[in-house]
């Protein structure tokens, strides 16, 4: 199945059911903030390579990790318990991702974090839709990770570590952080065996496309937290998230 070739002067995708088997939607258009935010809102995210166009994909079935059900090892508890490493939210963004790009996804060569990638992230931090957590130790960054947030859901990107165990311990901090102001969803996008060992599960695409709908959704009674009209809400600001690590 050839991908649909996207305008680049529209910020329009096909359906998920188009997707094909290995979960490739579309290719081409761009990486600006309007195209990625309509993308996430819909379940779709960008991964690609130097030698490839711009790749969007939409996966069946999709990874997510259950906020209430995350497993947290025995180690990984002695870790917190020992009080091993601190954290931090939105305080060192061009740091995370840099470490991040130096590290490859399973299974592929090289990163997939070019420059171009870093770049729209790195807008996106800007204007308060990407978020990175900084785990340090002793005053040096020892690893972190970072994603996107809109409304209630959180799409985790990528994370590093430079010091054993510092990664987990920033993905169950962020855990309990999400869980205390009160998302919903948080995607891991496709399924591996590091994120399984903490609770995550494979769910049909339509299932993962319900919740997300779910979580976007305004809150009863909160009315619409968006910023402005753009029609995507961010229920914690970059501000916001600095104020409460």
Not at 125 to 138: I, K, N, P, R
């Amino acid at each position: 199945m050839t991908p649909c070739l996207l305008s680049a002067s529209r910020n329009w995708f096909p359906p998920l059911e188009a997707a094909s088997a290995e979960g490739l939607l579309a290719m081409g258009g761009d990486l600006s903030p309007e195209r990625l935010l309509a993308a996430y809102a819909r379940g779709i995210f960008p991964w690609y390579s130097e030698d490839t166009p711009i790749l969007w994909w939409s996966p069946d079935p999709r990874t997510i990790l259950p906020l209430e059900a995350v497993h947290v090892p025995r180690r990984l508890k002695r870790v917190f318990q020992k009080n091993v490493f601190s954290f931090s939210a939105d305080k060192a963004f061009p740091q995370v991702i840099a470490g991040c790009a130096s590290t490859p996804r399973p299974g592929q060569r090289g990163t997939w974090l070019v420059k171009e990638m870093i770049s729209a992230y790195t807008w996106l931090h800007h204007l308060g839709y990407a978020h990175s957590v900084e785990v340090w130790q002793d005053g040096a960054l020892a690893g972190g990770l970072y994603g996107v947030a809109l409304g209630r859901a959180f799409f985790g990107e990528s994370m590093f570590y430079r010091v054993p165990e510092a990664s987990k311990a920033g993905l169950v901090w962020l855990v309990r952080r999400l869980r205390e102001w009160g998302f919903t969803l948080c995607d891991c996008q496709q399924h591996t065996a590091h994120m399984a060992r903490f609770g995550a599960v494979d769910i049909p695409r339509r299932e993962f496309a319900r919740l997300l709908r779910q979580a976007l959704s305004p809150e009863p009674g909160r009315g619409n937290p968006g910023p402005g009209d753009t029609g995507y809400s961010s229920s914690l600001t970059r501000g916001s998230w600095a104020s409460r690590s």
